[in-house]
């Protein structure tokens, strides 16, 4: 069975998403150095929409924060956004005393996004699962924020100047440069508007319209290094440029880090992108009677494909046992004397139900109770004696 592992550098991989659609992601590394172990790095091969870096901090005692935004990529609107899971609406709260919501066009130039909903909660839950938490390395301003750099664990990111373009900032290299990058000309850093990041710009910003496929700009996380609100980024044409945080027009591009063990599809489609496949929650079995029994009996299965599931076993719908699966070692429902002095005579069913995140599996096995051994038996040959000891 095919995996992302298994996947040259530069495939392509579709994972849908309940508000942007169909979100096309480019292999640009695997076991990249510094990066979770046994991983595989993705970028979206277009920019997913269009918002600001992060809002005008009208409160902040730094002048160019209040007319510019935050330029701190820790602090900042669109790491938060990127990392939530959060319902419409609900994603943002302040990260220092001065933050500021990207709630309106007073504090982004175009597009506020503090209505939208995480971008994680568009993904399905075994997708989130999926995504590794992953320590990256972010340069600071001299300015406001001391330089030097700091480090960040986080599932979803921005790529660096280093990442993307193998340059630091004011000395500090980001990382190291990714593999799909390495040594090529600009047309692999060029990125273009998606369908959805259009139309999204166009119906709230319909002053300064956008075409989807045209080549844009899009945010890094780092700073320049030498204001407190501008930030560095892949500009039209591939070149490295820069912007005021608060530029509500800039495209964002994330990166995020899979296990390289995910299984894919094993051919691609008719455009030459694989999606991924998850394993079903499954319980080894089926729903086929169990049969008739005189006394109590054991019921083993398994729990397939899935771990830290929720499993709740019971009698004619009376919970037995609840535990937490570990993996697909065998498991045994045991039909104790005491439970079996509980069941009546005649039908009954014992039921295992699996559930992780939203997803929930159900297994029903019935079975029939005799309290007695019937035995019939027929002479032969025929014969007017009756016996006096039958044998079993």
Known sequence: MATLGSLPIGAKIKVPHSVMGDIIFRKCDQNHEGYPENSTTLTTNEIILLRAFDAREKNNTDSSRQLQGNNRYSVSNIDQWLNSTASA?????????????PNSTSVVSANPYDTDAGFLAGFDARFISAIQDT?????????????????????????????????????????????????????????????????????????????????????????????????????RGGAANDHAASSGQRGIRPLCNLNSDTLIDDQPDSNGVYQLKYPSLEISGNDDPLGTFISPFVYRYKILNTTNATVVETLNQTQVRSYTSTGDEEQTFALTKELWAAASKGDNFIQIVVTKDDKTVTQTKHFVKNSALQLKYTAEPSTTIQPTTINV
Not at 89 to 101: E, F, I, K, M, N
């Open 89 to 101: 609406g609900q994603w943002y709260s302040p990260r220092h005393d001065t933050d500021q919501s």
């Open 135 to 235: 320590t990256i390395k972010v340069a600071r301003n001299t300015v406001t924020d001391g330089g030097g750099y700091e480090t960040l664990t986080r599932k979803v990111f921005l790529p660096s100047l280093t990442e993307f373009y193998d340059q630091s900032e004011n000395s500090i290299m980001e990382g190291s440069v990714l593999r799909y990058f390495i040594g090529q000309t600009n047309e692999r850093r060029e990125a273009k508007i998606s369908t959805y990041a259009a139309e999204d710009n166009n119906t709230k910003n319909p002053s300064q319209t956008v075409t989807a496929g045209e080549m844009w700009s899009y945010w890094l996380r780092t700073p320049v290094a030498s204001g407190s609100s501008w930030v560095r980024s892949g500009h």
